[in-house]
């Protein structure tokens, strides 16, 4: 069947809406509602639709995002809004529109791509790999609550916070792999507080060093409590948002976290404090592998110089042989004539995030011919910190 793939118009934003309703199960207005926010970000010509014969049967969004790697904010297309009409799957139609997505990605300079599948397989055809987690995790509000002492002092968040909220955010996020550059339209969604949210920062010397957005909703018993939002400078200022949460015991029993990564609070709780609410990972494609690679930071200290040869079905410019060179913390891709190592386009995503070693990678496959010299070095270089993210899109 011949569909015309096209940037949609914002006329046609509505049957964008409705096709969300019906492809997620939301109810009305969400779908009126979803195309207000592409209209007012401006993000109308970045929503693909495929429209047989005039009408729009599926459709896919690309965001205006970075992806922190290594330090660095990577500019990163994030894909979402993913819907085919029932009556129209398993004809190709998400992995049409998926090329295109890729093609417009390059155009424009994205040179990456994440996405939270629901379904892995069609993106993973398309050079989409595991790239990281999104898991929603409870804690104990009574074992936050037995947390130590800070010297940061909590207060109600207010407008003229938001600028240092932003900054402080940018610094927690440029040190976890994963977490999103956020744009300004963004921001401007975050930090509008709905009925129910409440939003606290957490100050030393009168600089804010953290802040809390979070939800409550009243439940049978108490209510449930639920992060939006949470980034802190350091750990004395992350002890004050805990304990500020942990201060709700009376009415919620856990907290609920989205997107966290918990690894260095889990090392002041005891057993069974913090329970898996919901695992979910997210993948990534490699969109322009050259500039991808020198966008992103590597780790210092490691300097090497080795030869791949990567095999990207979809993008022929990914595809060849190259020289990865990486030195002073930054990497590089220059086209070569010979290479020992092999790797597919979704065994790099996973590379490049950092969620798979080459040592994981070379065990399923994924990477082939490299020597144990090179397997060190490529996971010396890109070590970290395990991916995580916690924006949904
Ligand atoms: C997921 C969805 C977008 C796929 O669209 P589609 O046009 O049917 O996908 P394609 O025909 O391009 O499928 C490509 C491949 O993925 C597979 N695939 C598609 N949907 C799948 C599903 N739900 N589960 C497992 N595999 C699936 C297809 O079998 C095909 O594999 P094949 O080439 O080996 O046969 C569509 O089912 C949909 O709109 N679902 C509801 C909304 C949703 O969940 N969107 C995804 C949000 S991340």
Redesign the pocket.
């Known amino acids: 069947m011949a569909l015309e793939i096209r940037s949609i118009t914002d006329t046609e934003l509505a049957d964008y809406g409705r096709l969300r309703e019906q ?2 199960g939301f109810s009305p207005p969400h779908g009126a509602r979803s195309a207000d926010l592409v209209r007012a970000s401006g993000l109308t010509d970045r929503v693909l639709g495929a429209f047989d014969r005039g009408a729009m049967v ?1 459709t896919l969004a690309v965001s205006p995002f970075g992806q922190f790697f290594g330090g660095r904010p990577v500019p990163m297309g994030g894909v979402g809004s ?3 009409l029932p009556e ?9 529109l998926l090329r295109s997505a890729i093609d417009a990605m390059r155009s424009r300079g994205e040179v990456i791509s994440a ?5 892995i ?2 993106y993973r ?1 398309a050079g989409w790999e595991l790239a990281g987690d999104h898991c929603w995790r409870k804690i104990s509000t009574v074992a936050l609550s037995k947390l130590g002492p800070s010297v940061a002092k909590e207060r109600r968040a207010v407008g003229a916070d938001h600028d240092a909220m932003k900054r402080v955010y940018v610094r927690f996020a440029m040190s976890r792999p994963g977490m999103l550059a956020r744009p300004a339209y963004l921001w401007g969604q975050r930090l509008e507080l709905e009925a129910g949210m409440y939003a606290y920062v957490a100050t030393r010397n009168d600089a804010v060093v953290g802040y809390v957005i979070y939800t409550q909703r009243r439940a049978a018993a108490g209510y449930t409590l639920t992060l939006n939002d949470f980034a802190a400078l350091d750990w004395d200022a992350e002890l004050c948002l805990w304990a500020h949460l942990g201060a709700h015991r009376a009415q919620a029993s856990t907290v609920i976290t989205d997107g966290l990564q918990l690894d260095s609070l889990a090392m002041f709780l005891s057993e069974g404090s913090i329970a898996s609410v919901h695992d979910h990972q997210w993948m990534l494609r490699i969109v322009n592998a050259p500039l991808a690679v020198a966008a992103r930071g590597f780790n210092f200290g490691v300097n090497a110089s080795i030869g791949i040869r990567i095999t990207d079905p979809i993008v022929a410019a990914n595809g060849g042989c190259w020289d990865l060179t990486i030195a002073d913390g930054r990497g590089q891709l220059e086209t070569a004539t010979s290479a020992t190592i092999d790797i597919t386009i979704n065994g790099f995503a996973s590379l490049y995030s950092g969620l798979y070693s080459a040592r994981t990678l070379a065990a399923n496959g994924t990477l082939a011919g490299a020597t144990p010299e090179q397997l060190t070095m490529l996971d010396a270089a890109l070590s970290g910190p395990r991916p995580t993210m916690t924006d949904d899109f």
């Open positions: 492809g997620y599926a993913v819907v085919v129209y799957r398993n004809q190709g139609i998400a992995s049409a996405l939270g599948p629901a379904t397989g069609v055809q």
